[in-house]
């Protein structure tokens, strides 16, 4: 009767433990079982009928060995399956993952680029502004000066203007 044992590994022991196992049931096929079969091949050369047909009672026990390594053989190969899944999964997972994040940081970067290019716009609509406004100011200022340059020689005309009248004009008297 057979019993199947398992025990519990680091998910990053398992290569080495599955090569352990392997290594155990490549022992018993290379040197076990080789001499068992030439225990097997003598009997069946033998001309007594005993030692003959004992043969066949070791056939049976041979291949049930046989079929008992099959059987480990076939829980190796599901442990390093099942491990491929895991490390494919887990790869495909982080590969996922990392783009995710780089389709985030994509994300990431037109948003700054979208505020960076509404906060030129803006910082550029204010410049008008304040070029606009400069400007105004400016001619505001050259429209002053020119109408009190336009006030002086206004008042400078109209004095000449008095000061001609009053030449024609009798002197008066303090009088009256």
């Known amino acids: 009767m057979r019993a199947k044992i398992t025990k519990t ?8 433990e599955s090569r352990k196992m392997i290594d155990q049931v490549k022992n018993v096929l290379v040197y076990y079982m080789p001499e ?4 097997i091949v003598m009997y069946s050369l033998s001309n007594k009928a005993e030692e003959y047909f004992h043969a066949a009672e070791l056939l049976k026990l041979f291949r049930e060995y046989l079929k008992s390594y099959d059987e480990s053989l076939q829980e190796i190969e599901n442990i390093m399956l099942g491990y491929k899944d895991y490390v494919y999964k887990k790869a ?3 590969q996922e993952q990392s783009q995710e994040t780089a389709l985030e940081e994509s994300e990431q970067k037109k948003q700054l680029e979208e505020a960076a290019r509404k906060r ?3 910082d550029q609509q204010m410049i008008n502004k304040i070029d606009s406004f400069l400007n105004e100011t400016l001619q505001e200022e050259r429209n002053a000066e020119w109408a009190a340059k336009e006030q002086a020689e206004y008042e400078k005309f109209m004095s ?8 024609n004009e009798p002197a008066e008297n303090e009088e009256g």
């Open 160 to 167: 000449r203007v008095m000061d001609a009248e009053g030449s």
């Open 9 to 16: 590994v680091d998910i990053g022991d398992i290569p080495a």
């Open 36 to 39: 068992k079969m030439s225990e």
């Open 120 to 122: 030129q716009e803006a």
């Open 92 to 94: 495909k997972q982080e």
